[in-house]
């Protein structure tokens, strides 16, 4: 079926170090939409990219939208304690048809920071 | 503006019983879609009501239902509870289909 896949599942930092989660699909997105969730919350919205290679930024994050609309990316620069937590995307893709889409969630990264 | 609200937060049923989960979105979105979350799986997609109509599915089988009624509101019901179907329900509420979803706190379902 339609899937976004996220690498790495995982990811563990030095405070002060960058870190990127990268998305993939195997179709083209109208958009995709990243989100935070921290441990024992819920995701919240971060951003959206609409157009192809878009970026985006927001303090220490940066956010890409790959030129064929197929992949994304989020770096974050300088990791502090405050970023850990898990990092989704999620592009609409579609299932039944007829223009009608779900938000397809990819499975995360799980980004641990050590002071 | 006030955010998702999801009750229960916690609940613990047993495997065969039915549970009824409730959703109210923020105000002035009619979209509301449902989400069953679980460490081995993610972020998985149940379904998406506007307007009172079902307009989307994900893969889960008949035992689980929803409903949205004329305020919004929405409910998810699941029937016949397995052990499986321990997670954490989220449900998210958007103006539009395509558009960012603002989620609620989350159902943590225990089945044992």
């Known amino acids: 079926g339609q899937q976004v896949m996220q690498i790495p599942q995982y990811q563990h930092v030095q405070e002060g170090e960058d870190f990127t989660t990268y998305c993939n699909s195997s179709?083209?997105?109208?958009?995709i939409q990243w989100y935070k969730q921290r441990p024992g919350g819920h995701p919240v919205f971060l951003i959206q990219l609409v157009k192809s290679g878009e970026v985006k930024k927001q303090k220490r994050l940066t956010f890409q939208f790959g030129e064929a609309k197929k992949n994304s990316s989020l770096h974050i620069t300088a990791t502090q304690t405050t970023d850990v937590g898990t990092y989704f995307c999620?592009?609409?893709?579609?299932?039944?048809?007829?223009?009608?889409?779900?938000?397809?969630f990819g499975k995360g990264t799980k980004l641990s920071v050590i002071p | 503006k006030a955010g998702v609200t999801q009750t229960p937060r916690y609940l613990i049923k047993t495997r065969g019983q039915q549970v009824t989960l409730s959703c109210s979105p923020i105000?002035?979105?009619?979209?509301v879609s449902w989400y069953q979350q679980t460490p081995g799986q993610g972020l998985q997609f149940l379904f998406e009501y506007f307007s009172e109509t079902q307009r989307n599915k994900g893969n889960f089988p008949g035992r689980f239902s929803g409903r949205q009624f004329s305020n919004s509101r929405s409910e998810m019901n699941v029937s016949t509870l397995e052990l499986g179907d321990s997670a954490l329900y989220l449900c998210a509420s958007s103006s539009g289909q395509l558009d960012e979803q603002y989620f609620g706190p989350g159902t943590r379902l225990t089945v044992t």
């Open positions: 999620a592009g609409p893709k579609s299932h039944s048809g007829a223009g009608s889409y779900q938000l397809t």
């Open positions: 179709t083209t997105l109208s958009n």
């Open positions: 105000s002035g979105h009619r979209s």
